[in-house]
């Protein structure tokens, strides 16, 4: 081994270990919380997280019901179900730490690409910085087992299969590209767009610097191979044939590798090559208020997702470099990367989609993480080469790398974030597998879909993955309507999802019940479910409602999904509704923040110099025997609020009568539950779980 791959090998253990060891910080935070344990073992926490887990579950198990969702032919969860199989660690524990090791692994692409450059050193500092840069580090924790473990690990992969390959010109190298590209492409489903920016970078590059290089045509040639639509085993015999014929044909004319770049690309076009980009746009960046789905109109969820939105400066720069200092600094520096070593310009289109970030929202500035990263570690060795005393020389690198990583540190020290679901509401899940059939589907909303799925092995109408506009618009009005309606629509929804499946039928099941009850408009047909005498399809599976505490925090946003009149997608007046924690009594009034005043004597609430009367005030207390009482007192006949404390919760609740008679509402909060329609199975303080009747 030569003294610069030893070198490497070193490098590369102690950035591993290192971004490792700091991913155990947050489990030695929570290791003496009891409510984050579940099976012996600290639970994740990240919601996403629950879909992989179920489909390794399945696997494991050998079985899964139809319909049910689970991704059992998903890479991550057969990689989990193949660990699990081989490794002497519990299920928990796998899930827990798989995304602390894997995400590790990206200070290997990093060195890797600082020994292409011949800058080891900057590769060193470049891979400590990156493996734990804000946005990394926090996609790439302990417990946060996602896609995103490789996400940023394997493009990285790729840049630097193409860099190597273009700075040695060996045919050998160039199977290694296509390889890295099938497998982002196989791991990540939204991996294309990438993948098409690094074969359009890589055409730019040729043709600008390199117009009569043979090798990069050939380049360019694996990596469109790579992209085609096809079989994984026929792109990859494709990929064999070429090199085989490359190897054993020196001299090749290169108007033939024209003519099958050319043909290659065709059939990406024509097959649709452009669709995934076109749709990632539309989702991430032409945004638009509602969603159309065959004349319909429905709320589009990219609105709410907190990902998907603009962030602000300041934002953007730590979550790619720790601080807007770094991230100038990285940026300069980055800048030189790109004139001092051309081959880096293949790196704009992971930078480029980091940066865009800056319009289309946090979750991408990952992608610029490891060469921002990679740019400041040069910065700092080509400033270090500059110092003539070698002892000033290493306290200016071991001060600069302080200096870089500490605020990347502080962030890892104070980011605390909590498990999904504590142990109590895992205890309320798992007990639901008593009384639930596995073909039995539970109510509630998409945050909450895939953890229920995962503990109570049942199914769900909607979750992290089934939550657009059309899906979520009749789980909005189950949650946030009437409880006839709610009762009406969760009953009909249910059974045309089963049936749409068994039958093979797309499309809105909005739609297909205007169709079936001859109704023309969302109006209409809302007011044919608030019928008590409506006609619903024949019951074939029982319907469970999980209304946690923790939705009073989001009830606005479930609101907003079918607070929209679906023929013309015009958005309805918003209900008033305000929750609060913020209490102060002032004698006669009672501050509840945000300039919202209870006024005692006059029975008004004063919202910013505005006063309003109020129609009821409601407090709920449960007794001894753990019995919730209800108080409710008439105001004012007249008045167009009502005001609930929950004493028990230490909240106030401020709302309009539209809210007031929600369905969530009535069930959670005052536990006022229509006999004919639902039967309590669960009331706890922190969750409340009724059985449709109908």
């Not at 109006?523 to 209304?547: F, H, N, Q, R």
């Not at 609430?605 to 008439?634: C, H, R, S, W």
């Amino acid at each position: 081994m030569t003294l610069e791959n030893k070198k490497l090998l070193t490098y590369t253990l102690i950035a591993f270990v290192f971004a490792f060891a700091l991913r155990l910080i947050w489990v030695a935070q929570f290791s003496d919380n009891k409510d984050f344990y579940w099976n012996d073992q600290i639970m994740i926490n990240t919601n996403d997280g629950y879909w992989f887990a179920e489909g390794a579950r399945d696997i494991l198990a050998g079985t899964h019901q139809d319909n049910d969702l689970s991704p059992i032919t998903h890479p991550m969860a057969k990689l989990t179900a193949l660990l699990a199989t081989i490794l002497p660690f519990s299920f928990e524990t796998i899930i827990l730490y798989m995304s602390a090791f894997f995400g590790s692994l990206l200070v290997i692409p990093i060195m890797l690409l600082g020994k292409s450059i011949k800058e080891l050193d900057a590769g060193f500092i470049g891979a400590l910085l990156g493996s734990i840069a804000w946005s990394y580090y926090n996609r790439t924790m302990t417990g946060y087992y996602d896609t995103d473990m490789l996400n940023i690990v394997l493009p990285t992969f790729i840049l630097y299969s193409m860099v190597q390959a273009i700075q040695v010109q060996k045919n050998r190298y160039l199977i290694l590209i296509p390889f890295f590209i099938m497998a982002y492409q196989i791991w990540y489903h939204g991996s294309y767009s990438l993948n098409f920016a690094f074969v359009a970078i890589m055409v730019l590059y040729t043709l600008v610097f390199e117009r009569k290089n043979v090798f990069f045509y050939k380049t360019i040639l694996f990596m469109s191979v790579a992209m085609i639509s096809t079989y994984l085993l026929l792109k990859v015999l494709i990929v064999l044939a070429l090199f085989y014929y490359f190897h054993t044909n020196k001299k090749v004319n290169l108007k033939f590798i024209w003519a099958l770049i050319a043909a290659t690309i065709i059939f990406i076009l024509i097959s649709g090559g452009l669709n995934p980009i076109l749709v990632q746009l539309k989702s991430y960046i032409f945004r638009d208020v509602s969603s159309n789905e065959q004349s319909l109109h429905f709320y589009n969820v990219a609105q709410t997702v907190r990902e998907a939105g603009k962030i602000p400066f300041e934002t953007f720069a730590n979550r790619i470099s720790g601080s807007r200092l770094m991230f100038i600094a990285s940026f300069g520096a980055y800048i030189m990367l790109l004139f001092r070593f051309r081959i880096m310009l293949l790196s704009l289109p992971m930078v480029a989609l980091g940066f865009l970030a800056y319009v289309g929202g946090l979750r991408f500035t990952v992608y610029a993480v490891p060469i921002m990263a990679l740019a400041l570690g040069y910065l700092v060795v080509m400033t270090s080469r500059n110092i003539k005393n070698t002892k000033l020389k290493y306290l200016f690198v071991a001060f600069a790398m302080l200096f870089i990583l500490f605020p990347n540190i502080a962030h890892i020290i104070a980011y605390k974030v909590p498990v999904v679901f504590d142990a109590k509401e895992v205890k309320i899940l798992s007990d639901m597998q008593k009384y639930t059939s596995k073909d039995d589907y539970v109510m509630t909303w998409w945050d909450y879909g895939y953890p229920i799925r995962y503990y109570a092995d049942v199914k769900t109408f909607v979750d992290g993955g089934k939550h657009a506009g059309d899906v979520n618009y009749p789980v909005s009005l189950a949650l946030t309507k009437p409880q006839e309606l709610s009762a009406n629509i969760a009953r009909a929804t249910m059974e045309y999802d089963e049936s749409a499946f068994k039958e093979k039928r797309a499309g809105s099941y909005i739609k297909m019940m205007m169709k079936d009850y001859n109704v023309f408009s969302g109006g209409e047909l809302i007011d044919l479910m608030s019928a008590s005498a409506l006609k619903l399809p024949k019951k074939t599976a029982d319907i469970y409602y999980y209304l946690p505490m923790r939705m009073l925090s989001i009830y606005q946003t479930v609101e907003l999904f079918s607070n929209i009149d679906i023929d013309t997608g015009k958005m309805g007046k918003s209900p008033f509704f305000y929750q609060t924690t913020h209490i102060k009594d002032m004698g006669s009034k009672i501050d509840l923040g945000r300039g919202i005043y209870l006024d005692k004597a006059k029975g008004s609430v004063n919202i910013q110099g505005k006063e309003i009367p109020l129609a009821m005030f409601i407090t709920t207390k449960y007794n001894q025997f753990q019995k919730l009482d209800v108080n409710k007192q008439v105001i004012n006949v007249s008045g167009n609020l009502i005001a609930i404390f929950m004493r028990d919760y230490g909240r106030f609740l401020i709302l309009d009568s539209n809210s007031f008679e929600s369905t969530y509402i009535q069930l959670f909060v005052l536990e006022n539950y229509d006999k004919n329609l639902f039967e309590p199975v669960e009331i706890n303080p922190m969750v409340k779980i009724y059985k449709l009747k109908i």
